[in-house]
T-cell receptor
Framework: AQSVTQLDSHVSVSEGTPVLLRCNYSSSYSPSLFWYVQHPNKGLQLLLKYTSAATLVKGINGFEAEFKKSETSFHLTKPSAHMSDAAEYFCVVIVNQAGTALIFGKGTTLSVSS | DAGVIQSPRHEVTEMGQEVTLRCKPISGHDYLFWYRQTMMRGLELLIYFNNNVPIDDSGMPEDRFSAKMPNASFSTLKIQPSEPRDSAVYFC???????????FGPGTRLTVL
């Protein structure tokens, strides 16, 4: 069965420090992986996606993620947090094999302090 | 948000009433998704359509929920009768493919008293 686990429900960082949001997935097949961001009272917006091309994926607003098949991970990083990065982040797995599974993680709330 | 219009933005109703949520996507996107978001359960996929045809409705919680897409530019999610536990934010999203970016609407915040 396919699943996605966001290891931290809440992450707090100071402005200017690195951000790490962790995501692990479980899939018997090659997945497509996405990170979305949701600002308060807004819909979700795509940050980046992995679809079996380069394992290091660059997204918007300075975010990037690395697909590590051996660790079944797709962690989201940013070298230097900005106050505007405070939001909720979702890791998403899509697997198309014997039926399509579209699975959202529970989300990680990122807080950024000045 | 500009590609997907959802209405109403807020809905407050009483238990037992029928609720209809609406989604108007821009053209050119063959896939339409309905999601529900709550603090307890997070974001849940309820149903999705491809070319106006429902493909997977396994996320629809009960028979009280139904969704239709009569044409490429309009979809509804209906709850009848509504219950307090249906209180949530309901999102509509569109995509050109199951594996491409989804564009989310602003959501409808439903409160059932």
């Amino acid at each position: 069965a396919q699943s996605v686990t966001q290891l931290d429900s809440h992450v707090s960082v100071s402005e200017g420090t690195p951000v790490l949001l962790r995501c692990n997935y479980s899939s018997s097949y090659s997945p497509s992986l996405f990170w979305y961001v949701q600002h308060p009272n807004k819909g979700l917006q795509l940050l980046l996606k992995y679809t079996s091309a380069a394992t290091l994926v660059k997204g918007i607003n300075g975010f990037e993620a690395e697909f590590k098949k051996s660790e079944t991970s797709f962690h989201l990083t940013k070298p230097s947090a900005h106050m505007s990065d405070a939001a909720e982040y979702f890791c998403v797995v899509i697997v198309n094999q014997a039926g399509t599974a579209l699975i959202f993680g529970k989300g990680t709330t990122l807080s950024v302090s000045s | 948000d500009a590609g997907v219009i959802q209405s109403p933005r807020h809905e407050v109703t009483e238990m037992g009433q029928e609720v209809t949520l609406r989604c108007k996507p821009i053209s050119g996107h063959d896939y339409l998704f309905w999601y529900r978001q709550t603090m307890m359960r997070g974001l849940e996929l309820l149903i999705y359509f491809n070319n106006n045809v429902p493909i997977d409705d396994s996320g629809m919680p009960e028979d009280r929920f139904s969704a239709k897409m009569p044409n490429a530019s309009f979809s509804t999610l209906k709850i009848q009768p509504s219950e307090p536990r249906d209180s949530a934010v309901y999102f509509c999203a569109i995509s050109t493919s199951l594996y491409n970016e989804q564009f989310f609407g602003p959501g409808t915040r439903l409160t059932v008293l």
